[in-house]
């Protein structure tokens, strides 16, 4: 009797010693991803306005200005996103202004939210370790740190795609993953993992896929695939069908005030869309992971001898994290192919960042590839650092980012003219111009379409928004500069003396007539170009 009581202690003390460890674990595994988080919003608060906004973010800032609701929902009911992030941005924009960093902040706190939800996602699917590397990849990776800081939806995007992602695993395979078996290297102690509640995570799978859905059309894809899963796997496990049922309701009711534009958009192609071939596919490979062609190749090379080791006849027998890589491999590929596949035979709608649905997938893919290989924990531990710090740190070197000026812009070239504009003095005539009276001056600036919206911004912002008229992309393809340039001045004027104007162009192309007209009915007194933006003041006769 003394024995068995001894026997039944010494167990009950065993347990309490594993777990008191995993807890320990668990909680040392939770303070590493908040100094994680930590560093991922210092980096993304540094420099977070030292940039102009560009085209796509200043389309952001003209929703985020708009006077009325009314004006508002018609505007983005004829654009190719849907809503949710640009209502959230409004909202913000009300309570904090819509200053350049102000309109990145939510993106920035987006993506550091997405250390944690990484976390929780490589813990959900494989292990706690799994976890860790790939909260290493969302606060130091350089797409990233990137999209962190744009004030576009895509931050948002991969944070609930992440979250989508770790509640639908948490449903499909609520039992723990096995643990990683033991070898000389590491302890046989299996680590805890974080799960949740069944009814918790299909609430969090309906909410965070929905907001997905309602932040980009891609997101809308990849939710579709996975209700679609989730319908046809309770055809065969009873315990899915009320669940599922509910999900794909709730998502169908709460999509449908959406479905008009939701059809408008589908007719349309995607702006700069094009074909895809080859090219585009490893362009998305590089948004997904880096640009950058060496480390491109470092993820490429990892993942081809994961592949290998995977594909031989002695792991095929092992069912042990299969289904988990399936699960990741088709979150990351099943929309790329379908968006290829469409835009090869009906509408062109392939842009590669329109697929950053899917990094959080992809990331988690090449940390279970790393992992994989036959090192020790410590070397794959530095070597991964040491990775992410040259992938990261040779992106930026390449393409300039933190360095110097890398986007549209915007800002530079609205100042400049803004500058001039105010200038006391008359304009020096040019040299062709030299018997034109001294006093000729410009009061107005005008720019066609979009090209108002995205120079306005900054108008607006130095309070001279009366300056910048706005002409329409008819009169652009007309090529009637009359029509382009009215004055509202001219009738107080002699209709003698020419008008000189600023004429602003950015991503609107300028039409050939257009183009033929000013250099046949108009001199350009002065002009200036800032990358990939032109301006110039141009002199009328009338």
């Known amino acids: 009797m003394n024995s068995e009581s001894r026997s039944r202690n010494d167990r009950a003390a065993s347990e309490e010693v594993r777990e008191s460890s995993g807890s320990a674990s668990l909680h040392r595994s939770w303070l590493l991803v908040a100094l994680l988080a930590l560093a991922a919003l210092a980096i993304r608060l540094y420099g977070l306005g030292r940039e102009s906004l560009w085209n796509d973010e200043l389309f952001t800032a003209t929703l985020a200005a708009y006077p009325t609701s009314d004006e508002f929902w018609e505007r983005l009911g004829n654009d190719v996103h849907p809503p949710l992030y640009f209502l959230l941005v409004r909202l913000w924009a009300g309570v904090f202004g819509d200053s350049e960093t102000a309109l990145r902040m939510p993106s920035v706190l987006a993506g ?71 070898t000389r290297t590491e302890p046989s102690q299996p680590e805890p993992t974080p799960t949740l509640p069944k009814t918790s ?33 309770s055809i065969r496990r009873a315990s899915l069908r009320w669940g599922a049922a509910a999900v794909v309701a709730a998502h169908t009711l709460a999509y449908l005030p959406w479905l008009p534009a939701l059809k408008r958009s589908l007719g349309r192609e995607g702006y700069h869309a094009g074909v895809p071939g080859l090219q585009e596919l490893a362009q998305t490979f590089g948004t997904v992971y880096w640009s950058w062609a060496p480390a491109a190749a470092g993820v490429a090379l990892v993942l081809v001898i994961a592949a290998a080791r995977w594909l031989r ?77 040259f992938a990261t740190g040779g992106q930026i070197a390449k393409t ?38 001294p006093s000729l001056r410009t009061t107005l600036a005008y720019a066609c379409s979009w090209d108002a919206d995205n120079f306005g911004y900054y108008f607006r912002r130095a309070g001279k928004s009366g300056l910048l008229q706005a002409f329409s992309l008819k009169t652009m393809d007309s090529g009637d500069l009359r029509a382009a340039f009215a004055d509202p001045m001219s009738t107080t004027r002699d209709r003698r003396t020419p008008l000189r104007v600023w004429f602003l162009s950015g991503n609107v192309p300028v039409s050939e007539a257009f183009r033929n007209a000013l250099f046949r ?22």
């Open 313 to 389: 006849p002695e792991s095929r027998k092992s069912s042990e994290g299969a289904s988990a890589s399936a699960f990741l491999a088709v979150w990351a590929a099943a929309p790329v192919v379908i968006a290829f596949l469409k835009s090869r035979i009906l509408t062109p709608t392939y842009i590669p960042r329109f697929f950053l649905v899917c990094a959080p997938a992809a990331w988690l893919l090449f940390v279970r590839a790393w992992l994989s290989l036959p090192l020790p924990r410590a070397a794959l531990a530095w070597l991964f650092a040491g990775f992410l710090l």
């Open 400 to 437: 300039g980012y933190f360095l110097r000026e890398t986007k549209e812009p915007y800002r530079r070239a609205s100042q400049f003219v803004l500058s001039r504009l105010a200038q006391a003095g008359p304009i020096e005539p040019s040299r062709t111009l030299t018997s034109d009276p």
């Open 201 to 233: 995570a299909w609430i969090a799978y309906a909410l965070f896929s929905l907001c997905a859905a309602y932040l980009h059309y891609f997101g809308l894809l990849a939710v579709a695939l996975a209700d679609l899963a989730l319908v046809g796997a």
């Open 112 to 182: 550091t939210a997405l250390v944690p939800a990484m976390y929780f996602l490589g813990a959900r699917v494989f292990a706690p370790r799994e976890g860790l590397y790939a909260a290493a990849i969302a606060a130091f990776g350089f797409q990233a740190i990137f999209y962190s800081q744009e004030a576009r939806m895509y931050s948002p995007l991969i944070l609930c795609a992440a979250l989508a992602g770790a509640s639908f695993w948490s449903i499909w395979a609520p039992v723990a993953p096995p643990a990683t078996k033991a």
């Open 521 to 542: 009915e108009a001199t350009i007194v002065e002009q200036r170009r800032f990358d990939r933006l032109w301006v110039a003041l141009v002199e009328i006769r009338r």
